[in-house]
């Protein structure tokens, strides 16, 4: 049973950085690329970074340069490393393994709620 545990969000003032971590458990961790996404009000679901097994990173534009993914094998967990936070930045964060560039699992944890403050 895949499980995905997420954590480390807040509340930040803009410019501000926050570390967000998802342990993960009930899949091969190691030999899956792994990506955080985010889901804002109102709006769709959307990725903001990749890592592949090799450690290969990928971003869309809208983080690049301040969102930076890693990840522990040995610890099964992913993160996420937030900096230069905008407004726009607030969502409720999940990790889940990916495919293809998309999420690979239906299953998804609870997401971390990050808000940035103007």
């Known amino acids: 049973q895949v499980q995905l545990v997420e954590s480390g969000g807040g509340l930040v003032q803009a410019g501000g950085s926050l570390r967000l971590s998802c342990a993960a458990s009930?899949?091969?961790?190691?030999?899956?690329?792994m990506g955080w996404f985010r889901q804002a009000p109102g709006k769709e679901r959307e990725f903001v970074a990749g890592i592949g097994t090799d450690g290969s990173t990928y971003y869309p534009e809208s983080v690049k340069g301040r969102f930076t993914i890693s990840r522990d094998n040995a610890k099964n967990q992913v993160f996420l490393q937030m900096n230069s936070l905008k407004p726009d930045d607030t969502a409720v964060y999940y990790c889940?393994?990916?495919?293809?560039?998309?999420?690979?699992?239906?299953?998804w944890g609870q997401g971390t709620q990050v808000t940035v403050s103007s």
């Open positions: 009930g899949f091969t961790f190691s030999i899956n690329a």
């Open positions: 889940n393994a990916v495919r293809k560039g998309a999420s690979k699992y239906n299953s």
